[in-house]
């Protein structure tokens, strides 16, 4: 896990998908020092120090201690290769059969990890956790999940805060800087509208997911722009558009990846056998309403961000 965020000269944050590669005028939450934007083509884009790495970033990338937002951009509950691979097929053959796992297939890491529960009978059932990584849970029902983690971060960094300033700790400043990197991931998914295009190009017909803050008449003239560089006759159709769901799209991403159709370089299309299903997933979402907490988090002047 790499720095995502730099302070801009007029004390606001900023994310590394808002800067051009190179030197900036941005500096470290940590240690004031200056940032210059990696962002090549082989390790995940990020800022490092122009000069020496200070000791609070360079113990957070070891231990991947940066704070982050829960089930956002990372969906396999810490699993990794053999194990996520062993609870797809657990998946596949009985998760999605409606069949009760028997107990002699079942990981004791799963349970720790509240990915399987008892059913009764020395058998077991995926519960809507375990459903997440192997791509099952419908949207709404993520929503549900992920939403009381988002809010249950923020207060867990805000006490840690609190505790430190009561305390006279010299972590303090860490610490801030930690709560204010956390809000600013948060606010950025909710101050953004999720939207599904259906874009039809010389006979084809593909599907758009992706997030803005801006109208989404800019944003469909955007995308009808950039599929015009690869097909001449080109119309784009407005499927859903769902405020402050921002916190969805890498999710839906990673639901539906098996469906996934590149355009050139573009990534965020999709083509779908039985596209209804789809979209009784998306409008299967509650509207969002957001509270105080939330509303506390996104106060300030609004970021432009598009995919």
């Given amino acids: 896990m790499w720095l995502k965020f730099g302070v801009a000269p007029d004390g606001n944050l900023a994310s590394i998908d808002e800067v051009v590669r190179g030197k ?25 120090h122009t000069e020496d790495t200070c000791k609070p970033v360079s113990q957070r990338i070891k231990t991947k201690a940066f704070p982050s937002l829960p089930l956002y951009d990372n969906f396999t509950i810490q699993l990794k290769g053999e194990e ?9 053959e009985y998760g999605a059969q409606k069949r009760s796992i ?12 509240g990915l399987l529960e008892s059913s009764g009978d020395r ?21 549900k999940v992920q939403e009381p983690l988002l809010v249950s971060e ?7 805060v609190e505790i430190a300033e009561a305390a006279g700790l010299s972590c303090l400043e ?13 606010r950025r998914i909710l101050v953004n509208s999720l939207y ?33 560089a690869h097909y001449s006759d080109v119309a784009v159709n407005l499927l859903g ?8 799209e890498l999710y839906f991403k990673y639901r539906y990846k098996a469906f996934n159709y590149r355009i050139g370089k573009l990534t965020e299309y999709f083509v779908f056998a039985n596209v209804k299903a789809v979209l009784n997933d998306l409008y299967g979402m509650e509207a969002k309403v957001l509270s105080d907490v939330e509303l506390e988090a996104i106060g300030g002047s609004v970021e432009k961000d598009v995919s």
């Fill in 24 to 48: 900036t005028n941005l500096a470290c939450l940590y240690c004031g020092g200056s940032l210059t934007a990696k962002k090549g083509s082989v390790k995940e884009h990020h800022f490092a």
């Fill in 84 to 92: 996520l691979e062993q609870l797809k097929v657990l998946w596949k």
């Fill in 102 to 113: 028997p107990k002699d297939l079942v990981n004791f890491r799963w349970q720790l990890k």
């Fill in 123 to 143: 058998s077991y059932e995926f519960t809507d956790l375990g459903k997440i990584p192997v791509g099952a849970l419908p949207l709404a029902l993520f929503n």
């Fill in 154 to 160: 923020l207060v867990k960094l805000e006490g840690s």
């Fill in 174 to 186: 860490e610490r801030r800087a930690d709560l204010l990197i956390y809000r600013a991931q948060l």
């Fill in 196 to 228: 599904f295009l259906e874009v039809k190009a010389n006979g084809n017909t593909f599907y758009k997911i992706g997030i803005t803050t801006r109208s989404i008449e800019e944003r469909i003239a955007e995308v009808q722009r950039d599929v015009k």
């Fill in 241 to 248: 558009l769902w405020e402050h769901r921002g916190n969805v």
